[in-house]
């Protein structure tokens, strides 16, 4: 299985601020990667795929880079609706396997 | 509008079974690859399982074989999840989604399980 390692567990930030967080694949996962946005009480919600495609309705202040084992989710300027739990997702093999996510709150 | 609603979860003693129901609107259901993901309090998501538009290929995490079956009905445009020989580690959110290109799209709000005597 691949196992996905998101950096870091938590954060605070500002709104205005330009947030970034990584995730680490035990194995390459080509561009294989998906970012998800979730809110407590709120279904998940799709941000990112293929590493660095936007999905559709999903504000540019969101971006994604990386290819193979690293890879990064940037948030240019955090809003008060960015404060939330995000997670990467592999989808190169099964089983489909996730970071343990990383909370970002307001400082 | 497109939508994901589950219903079926409930409070069940270990060793026993839930059947896990999942309505889809406001896309061709028939055409999609569906999938069970689940939120255990406190943790992460966990992909838990996978099937085809026909239904004839179903994948599942190591976790649940022998015990989850996923089947779908497209004449009613609803997933479904059998959950038998339930464990306390099974206690979870179970949501439904649709799994695009390798991606999981559009998700349910879930529907809560838990596994306790």
Redesign the interface.
């Known amino acids: 299985d691949i196992q996905m390692t998101q950096s870091p567990s938590s954060l605070s930030a500002s709104v205005g601020d330009r947030v970034t967080i990584t995730c680490r694949a035990s194995q390459s996962t080509s561009s294989?990667l998906?970012w998800?946005q979730?809110k407590p009480g709120?279904?998940?919600?799709?941000l990112i795929?293929?590493a660095s495609s936007l999905?559709s309705g999903v504000p540019s202040r969101f971006s994604g880079s990386g290819s193979g084992t690293d890879f990064t989710l940037t948030i240019s300027s955090l809003q008060p609706e960015d404060f939330a739990t995000y997670?990467c997702?592999q989808?190169y093999s099964?089983?489909?396997?996730?970071?343990?996510?990383t909370k970002v709150e307001i400082k | 509008e497109v939508q994901l609603v589950e219903s079926g979860g409930g409070l069940v003693q270990p060793g026993g079974s839930l059947r896990l129901s999942c309505a889809a609107s406001g896309f061709t259901f028939s055409s999609s690859w569906m999938g069970w993901?689940r939120q255990a309090p406190g943790k992460?998501?966990?992909?838990v399982a996978?099937i085809k538009q026909d239904g004839k290929e179903k994948?599942y995490?190591?976790s649940v074989k022998g015990r989850f079956t996923i089947s779908r009905d497209n004449a009613k445009s609803t997933l479904y999840l059998q959950v038998n020989s339930l464990r306390a580690e099974d206690t979870a959110v179970y949501?439904c989604?649709r799994h695009g290109y390798?991606?999981?799209?559009i998700?349910?709000?879930?529907t809560m399980v838990t596994v306790s005597s």
């Not at chain 1, 709120?42 to 799709?46: E, G, H, S, T």
């Not at chain 2, 992460?44 to 992909?47: A, D, F, P, R, V």
């Open positions: 294989y998906n998800y979730r709120k279904a998940p919600k799709l795929y293929g999905q997670y997702q989808s099964i089983p489909w396997t996730f970071g343990q996510g | 993901v992460g998501l966990e992909w996978n994948y995490v190591d949501y989604a390798f991606v999981f799209d998700w349910g709000q879930g």
